[in-house]
């Protein structure tokens, strides 16, 4: 069981305050009946709707995202799109894209809420394998493969 604001909250519909008002203005329903009080508790069998939509709760959240050149892996950037800004009309709290892909390289990119994955997916103690393609300009001396290598 869960308050019935923390509940909105964490289905992205608004800060605490904004849900509060939410429910005193009579736009949100449990189980068919306009809810009164935002500290009602809500459980996982109860219906909540806000404006007659369905708030569906998920404690976690996982896309998988093509990164293209010129957006950052970042979830706050002062210079440049981060991966965060192309998921429109994602609300949920907590995203972050899990590992690094410089500006100018595009590949898969995992965003997710789920701290506890993205740090199996990302620690050197788990030694997850990653693969990169990438393509050069030139042929690579000997000298320059060792250095890869």
Do not use: W
């Not at 806000?50 to 896309?63: G, I, K, M, S, T």
């Not at 002062?78 to 009309?89: E, F, I, P, Q, R």
């Not at 100018?104 to 693969?131: Q, Y």
């Not at 050069?136 to 060792?146: G, M, V």
């Amino acid at each position: 069981m869960v308050r019935l604001d923390k509940f909105l909250c964490d289905c992205g519909k608004g800060s605490r305050s904004q849900v509060k008002s939410l429910v005193r203005a009579g736009l949100v329903t449990v189980n068919g009946d306009v809810a009164k009080d935002p500290e009602r508790k809500v459980g996982t069998g109860d219906q909540v709707c806000l404006n007659n939509e369905v708030c569906r709760y998920r404690p976690f959240a996982y896309f998988m995202l093509h990164k293209p050149a010129d957006v950052v892996s970042a979830t706050v950037d002062n210079t440049a799109d981060t991966v965060l800004s192309l998921l429109k009309g994602v609300t949920d709290k907590g995203l972050f894209p899990v590992g690094r892909l410089d500006i100018d390289t595009t590949g898969l990119l995992l965003i997710t809420n789920d701290g506890e994955l993205g740090h199996r997916l990302t620690s050197p103690k788990r030694h997850v394998d990653k693969a990169y393609l990438v393509k050069i300009r030139s042929p690579l001396s000997d000298q320059d493969l060792r250095l890869l290598e």
